[in-house]
């Protein structure tokens, strides 16, 4: 059974982000990276972020939009960029999230150690993003079939595991999950419904489907 995330960003890097049993041990993927994660969290801090929790996970801000999330697995941690299309990527540092992933997004670690020696590169991403979140500048929206919320398509994103099994679903129940949270314009009730929402997608059910 899916716990309920964390809304508070001390508890994640002191117990984890609440997805799973692992949440609150010293098994959770928090405690492998808690150096890295230290220092990938000062980086953003030191570069003028503001940190608040989404989706369970410290997310960073800036200008009042979405810059930059975290995630912990077991091989690696992760630093995921919200409107990634719009980064030069000179330094070829990001990567896709999943197959199902529009444009490289991500920075993967897959030691504690990389973030310094790659702390000038981290820095100079975070300013490029925050560059175009101060200006207002977004990338050009491609075609769907699909008329998705913009939390929608974040949450898959940075979800490889729910991007995978939404992409599974008929069109169908795409529309529904669609339908389903275009029904409020409200975004902490989208993402709220896209959490309560995961373990049925997971299942390859709609959003109609009990």
């Known amino acids: ?99 199902n992933t529009q444009n490289p997004d991500m920075i993967r670690f897959r030691a504690n150690s990389e973030v310094a020696e790659k702390a000038p590169l981290i820095t100079a991403y975070l300013t490029e993003a925050m560059g175009y979140a101060a200006a207002g500048i977004l990338p050009a929206k491609t075609a769907r079939e699909v008329d998705m919320p913009a939390e929608l398509i974040e949450a898959l994103d940075f979800d490889p595991e729910l991007a995978e099994a939404f992409a599974a679903l008929t069109q169908g129940r795409q529309k529904s999950w669609a339908f389903h949270l275009n029904t409020t314009q409200n975004p902490a009730t989208r993402i709220a419904r896209i959490a309560r929402a995961r373990d049925k997608i997971l299942a390859g059910k709609g959003a109609l489907e009990r």
């Open 1 to 99: 059974m899916q716990r309920a995330m964390i809304t508070d960003v001390a508890d994640y890097f002191r117990d984890g982000c609440g997805r799973c049993d692992r949440f609150a041990t010293a098994d959770c993927s928090t405690k492998f990276w808690a150096a890295g994660l230290a220092d990938l969290r000062a980086l953003c801090l030191g570069a003028g972020l503001e940190e608040v929790a989404k989706w369970g996970h410290p997310t960073y801000m800036f200008a009042g939009r979405n810059v930059a999330i975290f995630g912990a697995f077991r091989a690696d941690f992760r630093l995921t960029f919200f409107n990634a299309a719009l980064l030069r990527n000179e330094a070829s540092l990001l990567e896709r999230q999943g197959p």
